[in-house]
């Protein structure tokens, strides 16, 4: 008995682990035109198929709202598995928080945002639009990572997240070759009536 509760103990713990994974801020931050992005239709369909869909109900919040309140949070530490703020946040926990904060209820694992919202395209997002990439592993194409578009203008994007490594916490990232490497999509989750 005392081995089955260690074994369920540890694969549980697996799981939890794969909700986030450890991503790290690329020195060179320069705007991407969003044309120059890989498409990967393919692997993001069969990624789509693996994750049930999720309905986030906004409830007629603003998206600049949510916007601004998670760039109050910038300079939180990270802290894996966390969603507290005075433990610090990994990135779906950062997420989390910023949408409790309005009562809005998320998934509060980052692969489980792979089909919540409305999908669209990185030209096309505007600021409160979840951005999703990989994780480290990119051969999976399975969502690792997330944060939250803050802006877009002029083919620049940028977006906030709660990162680890080097940037450890709550940081607003431009996409570089970095993140163009591991962008699975963009979702919209808001009404056009919220923006």
């Not at 969003?34 to 049930?52: F, G, Q, S, Y």
């Not at 997002?125 to 939250?148: A, E, R």
Request: proline share 4%.
């Amino acid at each position: 008995m005392k081995y089955v509760k260690q074994i369920t103990v540890i694969i549980g713990a697996i799981f939890f682990l794969q909700s986030c994974s450890t991503t790290r801020r690329n020195k060179s931050s320069g705007a991407v035109s969003p044309t120059e992005l890989p498409v990967a239709a393919d692997k993001i369909n069969k990624v789509n198929n693996a994750v049930p869909p999720v309905i986030i109900n906004t409830k007629n919040i603003a998206a600049d709202s949510i916007v601004y309140f998670a760039k109050t949070l910038i300079g939180v530490r990270y802290k894996y598995g966390s969603a507290i703020k005075e433990q610090g946040f990994d990135c779906s926990g950062f997420i989390t928080y910023v949408f409790n904060h309005f009562k809005i209820q998320v998934p509060r694992i980052s692969k489980d945002f792979t089909n919540a919202g409305t999908p669209v395209s990185l030209d096309e997002s505007k600021p409160g639009d979840l951005i999703l990439f990989t994780g480290t592993d990119t051969n999976g194409w399975i969502v690792g990572h997330m944060g939250i578009i803050t802006q877009n203008e002029n083919g620049k994007i940028q977006f906030i997240h709660s990162a680890s490594g080097k940037s450890i916490g709550v940081i607003i990232s431009g996409m570089s070759k970095y993140f163009e490497t591991r962008l699975v999509k963009v979702i919209r989750v808001f009404t056009d009536e919220d923006y």
